[in-house]
């Protein structure tokens, strides 16, 4: 739903609950546009009654502006919207049979819904006659299967395979769409004659068709690409934050957090997934360091009771990821010093310390006491981080949330 | 002339509706000029750094570029890199430094005490939307030492991120095989069979 659910000001188990209202809102408006009469449907095929058309086109143009414009203020996620793979013959033999069962029956399927809801009896038969057909193409299936799943071109878009932009695209339907009314509207002068058009004899287009331009042209120079959040930290707060260098935690931190599971650190490996299968340190889940931005990581990443500390081999790598973080408002995040290089200097040398201080001291003896632990092997450390883990899991995201109809 | 109010009006609210937004988003991001995914992008990626035996193979063909040093002051006085211009990064963006931020050249090579301050300087510089900057890998200590001092080739490849030790054999306790792995999103995939549709 909307701006609702991804800027989180609803949960998403409102899902069905909006599902239902917009549903209730579809229905009505598609009945008073007059989809529920198969003469209306049909008249766009014998060109005297050309509204299915346009009210098509206009929420084609309406659901795209609204999507690349949402997407650009990070209202929704783009990314969970479901893009129908493009199955090149199956698409050419269903939409001649389709259109054949158009003309045929006057409705298309969602219409013949609507009709039927209203109490049309060649609506309900409509209805039965696609059951029927669901049946026969379920029991046959085995025969259409190669035709079916053939010429597979996966979920491919209008605009990449033209190599334009997306708000070109969406600029050149605008303008294609307005085209297409003007034209509409001149045929059904010519096939009518005498009533076209009755209601809206004398009106004038100008206004809406100026703005519709307008709102097109401004989409060509809106960028396209996924938003995170709108919720970035202000730049100057951001230049302040890293340069003032509060973001390390040492290495005897996390051997602290190893051997004491209740220590408040979660883990963070960001190298890419194949250093991390090889090696991590246990309990820490993987963030490839350039899927910080990602918002699947959300949850893991915006850990208010524990610190997330970042580590990759060294120190650099962490360091960009934490960049990101915190530039998408991530305030609990911390980089280990030195990287995991730095952990196993730790754990392999550890110099006499010079002074008789007690800090230097009482680290020294600690970090003898991991080294002797870490060289045994407590086989516990390993088995006891389980119960932590799923605390920090990202939120899971379920990639079925729109889908076609009409 | 009649206008046809109802469809104006409708496109006219849903028009303000988007420009508020618009607006809105400009007023409360403070306007990073790339975006945060773009910019992780490019700092995993190589685009955006040379090693230092790219550094000298630049240098000895001659070919155009800018080393700028962004330690403080005081460092850069004590010792640079030959041609290395003083940009510090306390001061990045003070008018003083104007000439070395929006010079044209096309490679802009940002060093520091260590890589990953160097690489803090290129990501404030992205976000104000300077092109061309590019970040020396390993940072000033190693460049000195094995390209001015020994013109040693040993460390011209250097990386923070290689590993220096075997860590599976030194750590004995070791992630266990059960360890729990946490899926990146728990996607449900049925991308691959067609759906829905009227």
């Not at chain 1, 820490?284 to 997330?308: D, Y």
Request: proline share 4%; hydrophobic share 45%.
């Amino acid at each position: 739903m909307g701006p609702l659910i991804p800027t989180g000001i609803v949960g998403m188990e409102w899902d069905l609950f909006f599902a239902f209202f917009i549903g209730i809102a579809f229905g009505y408006v598609l009945e008073q546009a007059g989809f529920s009469s198969s003469r209306k449907l049909a008249g766009v095929f014998y060109g005297y009654d050309f509204v299915v058309l346009r009210v098509f086109f206009t929420a084609a143009i309406t659901a795209m502006t609204g999507l690349l414009l949402m997407n650009h203020l990070g209202m929704i996620d783009i990314s969970l919207v479901y893009i129908n793979p493009t199955f090149l013959w199956s698409a050419i033999v269903g939409g001649a049979i389709m259109g054949v069962g158009f003309i045929l029956g006057g409705f298309c399927p969602g219409t013949s819904v609507t009709a039927a809801a209203i109490g049309k009896i060649d609506a309900w038969a409509f209805l039965l006659g696609i059951g029927i057909g669901i049946l026969i193409f379920g029991e046959a299936f085995p025969m259409f299967e190669a035709l079916y799943n053939g010429s597979s071109l996966g979920p491919i878009l209008v605009f990449e395979s033209l190599g334009i932009s997306a708000g070109w695209f969406a600029f050149i339907l605008i303008a294609v769409a307005l085209a297409a009314f003007g034209i509409t509207a001149a045929i059904e002068q010519k096939v009518n004659k005498e009533n076209a058009l009755e209601d809206a004899k004398g009106m004038s287009y100008v206004l809406p068709v100026t703005i519709a331009l307008i709102v097109g042209v401004m989409l060509i120079f809106i960028p396209y690409e996924r938003v995170t959040s709108i919720k970035e930290l202000p730049k100057i707060e951001f230049n302040e934050v890293v340069m003032s260098g509060k973001h390390y935690i040492t290495p005897d931190e996390v051997a602290y957090k190893l051997i004491y599971d209740y220590h408040p650190i979660v883990l963070v490996d960001v190298r890419d997934a194949a250093d991390f299968a090889e090696f991590t340190l246990p309990g820490s889940i993987n963030i490839p360091a350039n899927q910080v931005t990602s918002r699947a990581w959300q949850t893991a990443l915006s850990n208010k009771e524990q610190k997330v500390v970042l580590y990759s081999n060294g120190t650099v790598l962490a360091e960009k990821a934490w960049m990101m973080a915190v530039r998408l408002g991530y305030d609990n995040v911390y980089v280990l010093k030195g990287g995991l290089n730095g952990f196993f200097d730790n754990l392999t040398q550890n110099p006499k310390p010079k002074t008789y201080k007690m800090e230097a001291q009482s680290a020294y003896a600690f970090r003898e006491r991991v080294r002797t632990i870490f060289k045994e092997g407590k086989a516990d450390i390993a088995t006891r981080k389980q119960a932590t883990v799923p605390s920090v899991s990202p939120k899971s995201e379920v990639k079925v949330a729109s889908r076609g109809g009409c | 002339m009649k206008s046809s109010k109802t469809l104006t009006i409708i496109v006219l609210v849903f028009t303000g509706f988007f420009l508020i937004g618009i607006i809105g988003k400009a007023v409360l991001t403070s306007g990073y000029k790339q975006s945060a995914t773009n910019i992780a992008k490019e700092l995993t990626s190589e685009q955006r750094f040379i090693n230092i035996a790219q550094l000298h193979a630049l240098i000895t063909s001659g070919e155009q570029h800018l080393l700028i040093d962004v330690r403080d002051s005081t460092e850069y006085k004590k010792g640079r890199l030959p041609n290395a211009v003083n940009l510090p990064i306390s001061e990045l963006f003070s008018a003083d430094y104007a000439d070395i931020r929006e010079s044209n050249i096309s490679r802009k090579i940002l060093y520091a005490a260590s890589e990953a301050d160097a690489v803090k300087a290129l990501v404030m510089l992205m976000h104000e939307g300077y092109p061309n900057f590019i970040v020396l890998t390993g940072g000033y200590p190693i460049a000195q030492s094995s390209l001015i001092d020994t013109q040693n080739p040993s460390a011209w490849y250097s990386n923070d991120e290689k590993m220096r030790y075997n860590y599976k054999s030194l750590f004995k306790v070791g992630p266990s095989t059960e360890a729990p792995h946490v899926a990146a999103d728990k996607v449900v995939d049925i991308s691959n069979k067609p759906r829905g549709g009227c």
